[in-house]
């Protein structure tokens, strides 16, 4: 199937009022994995490759050209995303390459300049027909900008949609990025407030720490692309201890490897099945 731009795939959960998973690459085995998920289940997936994994990798280039051909060859609905680029370089370079959606995050600047930057990255995109995601708020668990108790408000979200023209708003409601255990409260109140304010989809970063049904309250307020990755790691890393501890002597990589990619496509399939069917009729329409 031709990759899938996330715009199709943004605003069909819209319509349907269910959120969509947006998980995260770390390697070309957790790629893999997801895909896998979204082929058993038949639901639509986000890859999404952050600027860290970029880091991580070296380069844009490789990562991206292993993920791009996955989606590309899938038989399932696959975007793919460029997760949370400081760098405005790098957000061209992904539209370049053909991702499907770019996140640009200026939250480490002052009003203005955040504005000023993300007009910036939004005009490159949409030239070629791109979505931007956007933050506004500091999602806690990253350094630098993201500091812990910071929230979005609506009135500001909705003027920063306006003078942006970005496609979708990440907004801090009380989740954490890089959390291992699943405990963060959410203002569910606020999500819908900034539901009713905000003109585009609402995203919720740092969901690995929250729980399921805290998940599925926040889908039914007004939250539509769900982004989960420590959560996912997690099971990825579980999965390889348990087979070495078994399987001391094993030295081939593909053997304990292999366990963990089907440990991640058998979570992210059970995540992606609670988040379609979590909205539904319930939902408030956005």
Do not use: W
Not at 125 to 147: C, F, P, Q, W, Y
């Amino acid at each position: 199937m031709p990759l899938v731009p996330t715009a199709d795939l943004l605003y069909a959960a819209v319509g349907r009022r269910t959120g969509l998973a947006a998980f995260n690459v770390i390697q070309l085995e957790t790629a893999e994995a997801l895909v896998d998920a979204a082929e058993q289940t038949g639901l639509p997936v986000i890859l999404q490759i952050s600027q860290n994994c970029v880091a991580y990798h070296g380069s844009l280039d490789p990562i991206a050209s292993a993920t791009l051909a996955l989606a590309r060859e899938s038989t399932a609905h696959v975007a793919v995303h460029l997760d949370h680029a400081e760098d405005e370089q790098l957000a061209r370079q992904a539209v370049e390459l053909g991702f499907g959606s770019v996140m640009y995050d200026g939250a480490a600047l002052d009003y203005d300049r955040n504005v000023a930057a993300t007009v910036r990255v939004v005009e490159h995109a949409h030239a070629n027909d791109v979505l931007v995601e956007a933050e506004l708020g500091e999602i806690g668990g990253k350094d630098g900008a993201h500091a812990p108790g910071v929230r979005t408000d609506p009135d500001e979200g909705r003027r920063f949609v306006e003078e942006t023209g970005v496609d979708a708003l990440a907004v801090a409601v009380g989740s954490s990025h890089a959390m291992t255990e699943r405990t963060a409260s959410l203002d569910l109140d606020l999500i819908a407030r900034l539901r009713h304010a905000v003109p585009v989809p609402l995203v919720l970063h740092g969901s690995s720490g929250v729980a399921d049904e805290t998940i599925e309250a926040a889908i039914r307020a007004g939250i539509t692309k769900v982004n989960v990755s420590t959560h996912l790691n997690r099971f990825f890393t579980d999965a390889i201890r348990a087979y070495l501890s078994a399987h001391p002597d094993v030295v081939d990589p593909r053997k304990y490897v292999r366990e963990g990619r089907a440990a991640v496509t058998r979570e992210a399939a059970r995540l992606m099945t609670l988040f379609d069917v979590a909205g539904g009729t319930e939902s408030a329409q956005r």
